[in-house]
C-alpha cells in the first residue's frame, strides 16, 4: 500500500510560480508510476504529468513548458514546478500512485492511490 501527502500549494498572482511536492510512503515507490492530476468543481479530473520508473515524464499539451515534473526516489518525494502560472490553472492539485508501468498514465481510473490534494489558487 502507498500514502500519498500533497504539500505546497497556496495562492498566486497571474505570472507567478510554485512549487508543490508529494510525499509517499513504501518501500517500492522507486517502481511506482507517479502522476499529478487537477480538478475543479463541477470539472472532471484533469491530468497534468505523469512519472514513470523509469524517468519517462509525460505532460499534458495545456502545461507543456510551464510546469515541471520531478521525482527523487531517495526522498520518496515528487514535485510539480509551476512557473508563468494562469488562473485557469486554479485547481485542486491531486498525487496519484500506482506500483505497474501504465500505459495510459493519463487515465484517473488506472491509478489505485491518490492523496487529499493541495489547493493552487491563481488570482490577483
Known amino acids: 500500500q502507498v500514502q500519498l501527502v500533497e504539500s505546497g500549494g497556496g495562492l498566486v498572482q497571474p505570472g507567478g510560480s510554485l512549487r508543490v511536492s508529494c510525499a509517499a510512503s513504501?518501500?517500492?515507490?522507486?517502481?511506482?508510476?507517479m502522476a499529478w492530476f487537477r480538478q475543479t468543481p463541477g470539472k472532471e479530473r484533469e491530468f497534468v504529468a505523469a512519472s514513470r520508473s523509469s524517468g519517462r515524464t509525460d505532460y499534458a499539451d495545456s502545461v507543456k513548458g510551464r510546469f515541471t515534473m520531478s521525482r527523487d526516489n531517495t526522498k520518496n518525494t515528487v514535485y510539480l514546478q509551476m512557473i508563468d502560472l494562469k488562473p485557469e490553472d486554479t485547481a485542486v492539485y491531486y498525487c496519484a500512485a500506482d506500483p505497474r508501468d501504465l500505459l495510459y498514465t493519463g487515465v484517473p481510473s488506472e491509478y489505485d492511490y491518490w492523496g487529499r490534494g493541495t489547493q493552487v489558487t491563481v488570482s490577483s
Open positions: 513504501g518501500r517500492t515507490f522507486n517502481r511506482n508510476t
